[in-house]
């Protein structure tokens, strides 16, 4: 089969072969990794079930640190979640060019990490089977309304709002995929593809309804962009009796470390599909490259905002403030854990970044982006034991934490199950968009400037005369 | 002439009287069916007693000085763990209590992040006692399932109690008629349970008369407490001041 036309662009046919490979068929490695997750997320299901029967001492927490692991985790995957509206969503306003393979990758990303964040509160809660008091507004039998002051109630809206409007925006954005898979699929699966296609044949008034459905879910997201990691940082800032947590600064501190762990999640994910699909000629490293020039950009504000924190808790003079920052900072084992997660989160990677020779590199930009995560995963750690642990100078209980292995295991968990649910995923709906891949083909072009050939991007206003 | 509704409980702690005999430690474990801390829960630091004895040194040696704090939820008007609580499972009544409801709770632990005198305590495991002990279980108290969080209550049960016999009486209720288990345990009456708005409780007397010594727990976090501490009359600065006395006559 013709890889390129002569105008050496990409071929039509080419494209939906390899990008559907995923979908139509199976890649060999496909049923040993799925079965091995499957195989821990069951366990995970049975240790939740253990925890549920026999209570919340399975875990390390103790008195007075009531929160640990379950919730470090939940901020960390509503923090992944802020991916895909950052890349789809203001990628798309600002119409970045080269966020098109990757929308789709950062848009599922986003629903499997939400939809894993709102399972922790789940687990994390004492009385699981009742929490359906808390989530569900109206308890009509009682007649008590919940109460709306709590930030921790304001979660699962700001994230089930999230959630609805981000796999909205998905399903705009699959419609003309599910077309082409509709037709080149038979049996079982080709009713289920033409229900869902919802009768796209592709004309230009159904192209124009969709990019516009695209845009305006888009703006509409935005507002969600900046109000769900805020509420998130609300359920820390509106305390006053933990030193470390009541700090104005967190809801903008929140979302932009979010966007950081975010967007290395997607090139994490973006070297990961390339391997794993062969996806070489659709996932290329000037992906990589813009991805990283992004980053650095984000991850220097944020370094911005954890020193600003900083000298926000210590501009104040007050004693237990400051026993606390010297504690977070210099005392074992907390010195090792902050020196990781700057090391991690900024130190090492963001040098790395300003060489194009590492931007372009998939290997190297794949560990900077762990790296990455990592030392937010320790940024939110730190954020919430610390300031639990060492409470107030007048009350004398004073604890450590030592998580224990169960929630260890809930972590790994959560792991495997969001990569669980995207393997999942790939095996139904192609991966990169394709209609997306294909129209980027249609605007690329490359310019002679001096010896160099530079890609460039043609958008001709002809919309109108094709109707 | 006080209505039932008008009531406002609190409490005064002597701290000069206290001597950390911690009877009110384990008057309130008997009265509120909390469970035994036993080694393991002390190891893990999962400790529950709703009222505990914070004791510190005070001065070098050897003019040294242990003090005792008795400490158990301040009942605060202005409370840190009410507005957390996304389920109302912690709320304000119209007698001043700071109310744990059990049967709201879901366990999710933000109030007790959100206490900074640290007295709600979370059931981790479900609660348990010797075969021995079981029939020893005050009938009046809830036992608290696995899960949910729990704390000192003021001796709701005898505070219920008491305003119902008063009301079957046809009488009004006399002021220290009702006493939590802490204050009927103190051995030197450093612990006074009473009526705030009532002008002629002892409370009121006490936090009036007294009112050079008075303070409450942790002022700067605005808490309005209705706990209120009378501090300990120390001798080590009247005898500073003595000798200054005396250095002054010669």
Known sequence: MQQRDNQNRLSQEYTNR????????????????????????????????????????????????????????????????????????????????????????????????????????????????????????????????????????????????????????????????????????????????????????????????????????????????????????????????????????????????????????????????????????????????????LLTVVATAWLGFTFLELLFALYGLDAPEIALREMQIFQYPWNLLFLTFLLTGYILPVPMWLFKRVRTNIALMFWSSILVNIGMWLERFLIIVPGLARKSPFVFTWEAYSPSWFEWYVLFWSFCWVTLLMLLFSRVFPLVPLFEQKESEVFSDSIKIGRATVPTIFREEEEEEED | MVTEDKRSWGMVIDTDKCNGCSGCVTACQVENNIPLNDQNKFERGRVMSWIRIERYWEGEFPDVKARFIPILCQHCANAPCEPVCPVYATYHNDEGLNIQVYNRCVGTRYCANGCPYIVRFFNYWEPAWPEDLRNHLNPDVTIRSRGIMEKCSFCIQRIKRGSRKAKEENRELQDGEIKPACQEACSTNAIVFGDLNDPNSEVSKLSKSESDRKYTLMPQLNTDPNVVYLATIDPLKYKDLGEKAKSNEH
């Open chain 1, 18 to 293: 390899v990008l559907l490979n995923g979908t139509l068929s199976t890649p060999r490695w496909w049923y040993p990794l799925v079965s091995v997750l499957l195989f821990f997320v069951v366990i995970g299901f049975i240790l939740f079930g253990i925890q549920i029967k026999y209570g919340l001492g399975v875990t390390g927490l103790n008195r007075p640190v009531y929160w640990g692991l379950y919730i470090t985790t939940f901020v960390f995957w509503v923090g992944i979640s802020h991916a895909g509206i950052m890349i789809s969503a203001i990628l798309r306003i600002t119409q970045a060019e080269w966020r098109r393979p990757v929308t789709r990758a950062a848009e599922i990303l986003t629903i499997f990490s939400l939809a894993t964040a709102l399972v922790f509160p789940l687990i994390h809660a004492g009385r699981t089977w009742r929490i359906v008091y808390w989530l569900i507004p109206y308890d009509a039998a009682r007649g008590i309304w919940p109460n709306i002051r709590s930030p921790l109630f304001m979660d699962p809206i700001a994230i089930s709002t999230y959630l609805t409007g981000s796999t909205l925006f998905l399903f705009v954005a699959l419609i003309p995929d599910l077309a082409v898979l509709r037709d080149r699929t038979t049996g079982f699966r080709k009713g289920f593809y033409t229900i869902l296609a919802l009768g796209w044949r592709g004309n230009p008034r159904q192209w124009k309804m969709q990019v516009v459905g695209g845009i305006l879910l888009s703006a509409l997201m935005l507002p969600i962009f900046v109000s769900v990691h805020s509420i998130v940082s609300w359920d820390f800032a509106v305390t006053p009796a933990v030193e470390g947590w009541h700090s104005t600064i967190f809801a903008p501190y929140f979302v932009i470390g979010a966007v950081h762990s975010g967007v290395s999640a997607v090139v994490t994910m973006m070297a990961l599909m390339r391997w794993g699909w062969g996806w070489n000629d659709f996932i290329r490293p000037e992906h990589f490259d813009a991805l990283a020039r």
